[in-house]
Nanobody, 117 residues
C-alpha cells in the first residue's frame, strides 16, 4: 500500500523560502508523474506544478520562476522548493504522485504553509 507523508510546511515571512517534502512508503517506486496542489481558505484546490519522470515540468503562472519540483528516486521523495514566498502563497499544500505500476495516483495529507507580510 502506497502512503504519502508530507512535511516542511510552516510559517515564514514574505520573501522567505520553504522546501516541502512528500515521502512515499511501501516502495521502492517509480513515480511517473509528480504534482503539487494547494488550497487556500474559501477557495478551490489549484494546481501549483507538475513534473514527469521524463523531465517535463509545468507550473502555474503565479509560481513560475519561484517554485521548483524535484524528486529523489532513491528516497522515494518528491520536493517542492518555494522561494520568494508571498502572502498569497498561504494555503494547504498537497502532493500527488502517479505510479504506473499500480495504475493509480496518490495524495498526501497536506501541509500548511503560511506566509506573513
Amino acid at each position: 500500500q502506497v502512503q504519502l507523508v508530507e512535511s516542511g510546511g510552516g510559517l515564514v515571512q514574505a520573501g522567505g523560502s520553504l522546501r516541502l517534502s512528500c515521502a512515499a512508503s511501501g516502495g521502492p517506486f517509480r513515480f511517473n508523474t509528480m504534482g503539487w496542489y494547494r488550497q487556500a481558505p474559501g477557495k478551490e484546490r489549484e494546481l501549483v506544478g507538475t513534473a514527469t519522470s521524463g523531465g517535463t515540468t509545468n507550473y502555474a503562472d503565479s509560481v513560475k520562476g519561484r517554485f521548483t519540483i524535484s524528486v529523489d528516486n532513491a528516497k522515494n521523495t518528491v520536493y517542492l522548493q518555494m522561494n520568494s514566498l508571498k502572502p498569497e502563497d498561504t494555503a494547504v499544500y498537497y502532493c500527488n504522485v502517479g505510479i504506473a505500476y499500480y495504475g493509480s495516483t496518490y495524495w498526501g495529507q497536506g501541509t500548511q504553509v503560511t506566509v506573513s507580510s
